[in-house]
């Protein structure tokens, strides 16, 4: 599992490390790591042209040092100094004494555009808004230019505990990051600016309680559901589907689509689009009428495309097993149902639809999604999975907030989050807590939409028939 740490508890490790090195000795580690990644990146340091663009602080003084090294290598190396009264004082004497050249802000575009690598020594992490008036034309500089852009822990306008961005940002192809991942290297907006990130060991101490979790495949793999020798279908679980009309039958087909392929044993089916769902799933046990009365269920998935279902909505919000909340099921709720809730609930907004929860503006929510995605989950006591190019899953009882690292643009298409949800209920049913079936389903979809499109469109039924092949690769 991959963990982000907030820039507090990065800095106290980092004080508490410094405390038994020799001065300078942590400085020198990064800069040894960021220099050997570029090194990399380049491919032939020796005659390549690399631009520093230093600010003050330590994150100059990790660009600067890093530079003295590529330049002893034989690298041409520029340092552009954006605060020349402020600058890294021993980074900037070893890059001098290596044969490192220094220039004034007015000549930094003119040495980017002759650049074969530009490192953003800018800002650090500690960074708060949008670059400065002189930084922002050399982060444009930077981005027109045929040089590869290395960040140094975190692109320059970034905030690192969020992943915001407020201004200009610098676009880095490759992030150096040090001691850990920090969540603004993860999370969009910021995650859009960072290209591939390289995480470069320090010898940091870091405690429990990260910010942000990211699962791998061993996660994955352990929290799978797998039927043992005396499982039957019931003891597998059983997963009801509450979802679809008659505008909006595909809805209800997608959802059990999702929900066939997620580890129940067996998938219930209450709605205005039975004949669709049993044409195309025979083994689904269709039933009418009420949730109530739809027999046996180990967790429920209430609203994709169920219109104006308010009645069925509220039968199953008023269950006492898990519940999976989306689409138009969001809308019918309402807040203080799902709170006086007992059993977990899990809810699984996109960002218009947590916006008009919360009632703020989309791009509130698109522009502060750690932010949001918590106040939701505490708005209304449940776990929220918010949809999105870098999805989260929060827990509103606190602790680190999941991020899911798998996933493609392609899946962004109609019906996609309908297959999520099934998937998602149907881990509900098979035993796994909310945060983990909201996590483990995300991951599993983001794969599945790779396998899918294979970098070509996809629709959301090639997403379901495709889980089965995550599945494999992650057991695998």
């Not at 980017?112 to 960074?127: A, F």
């Not at 990211?214 to 039957?232: I, K, M, R, Y």
């Not at 998938?267 to 769902?277: F, I, K, L």
């Not at 599993?444 to 494999?472: C, M, T, Y």
Request: charged letters at 20%; proline letters at 4%; a negative charge.
């Amino acid at each position: 599992m991959r963990t982000a740490y907030s820039v507090e508890t990065v800095r106290a490790a980092e004080r508490e490390l410094m405390a038994r090195l020799p001065e300078g000795a942590l400085m020198q580690r990064a800069a040894a790591g960021l220099a050997a990644a570029c090194g990399d990146l380049l491919g032939r340091v020796y005659g390549s042209r690399v631009v520093l663009l230093v600010g003050s602080g330590d994150n100059g003084g990790d660009a600067l040092y890093a530079g003295a090294r590529l330049a002893r290598r034989g690298a041409g190396v520029t340092a552009v100094l954006l605060a020349p009264e402020r600058t890294h004082a021993g980074g900037l004497a070893a890059l001098r004494r290596a044969g490192g050249r220094v220039t004034e802000p007015a000549a930094g575009e003119e040495a980017i555009r002759r650049g074969d690598l530009v490192l953003d020594g800018i800002v650090g992490i500690g960074g708060k808004g949008g670059l400065r008036a002189d930084a922002a034309p050399l982060a444009e500089a930077a981005a027109r230019s045929r040089a590869a852009v290395v960040a140094v822990d975190l692109p320059s306008g970034v905030d690192a505990d969020t992943g915001e961005v407020h201004g200009a940002a610098v676009r880095a192809d490759l992030t150096v990051t040090f001691g850990t991942y920090k969540p603004g290297l993860l999370i969009d907006p910021g995650r859009e600016y960072t290209g591939a990130v390289r995480l470069v060991d320090i010898g940091l101490d870091l405690p429990d309680g990260a910010e942000l979790e990211a699962l791998q495949h061993a996660d994955v793999a352990e929290l799978l559901p797998l039927p043992g020798a005396a499982s039957d279908k019931y003891r597998r679980g059983v997963v009801g589907i509450a979802a679809g009309s008659a505008r909006y039958p595909g809805a209800a087909v997608l959802a059990v689509s999702g929900a066939l392929r997620g580890g129940a044993g067996a998938v219930r089916y209450v709605g205005h689009a039975a004949d669709a769902v049993i044409a195309r799933f025979p083994e689904t046990l269709v039933s009418s009428g009420s949730p109530t009365k739809a027999g046996r269920v180990q967790a429920w998935v209430v609203g994709p495309g169920a219109g104006d279902e308010e009645q069925a909505v509220a039968e199953v919000i008023g269950m006492d097993v898990p519940v999976l909340v989306d689409a138009d099921g969001l809308r019918l709720a309402g807040r203080d149902a799902v709170r006086a809730r007992t059993a977990p609930t899990l809810m699984t907004p996109h960002a218009g639809e947590a916006a008009a929860l919360l009632g703020v503006p989309r791009d509130e929510v698109e522009g502060a999604r750690l932010s949001a995605v918590r106040e939701l989950a505490a708005r209304y006591e449940a776990t929220v999975l918010l949809k999105g190019a870098t999805t989260l899953v929060a827990d509103h009882r606190g602790g680190a907030v999941r991020v899911n690292p798998t996933g493609t643009s392609w899946l962004a298409t109609a019906g996609s989050g309908d297959v999520l949800s099934g998937l998602a209920g149907s881990l509900l049913a098979a035993g796994l807590g909310a945060l983990d079936a909201g996590s483990v389903a995300a991951y599993l979809h983001g794969l599945a939409g790779r396998f899918a499109s294979d970098g070509a469109p996809a629709g959301a039924h090639d997403v379901a028939d495709a889980i089965p092949e995550a599945w494999r690769d992650v057991r695998a």
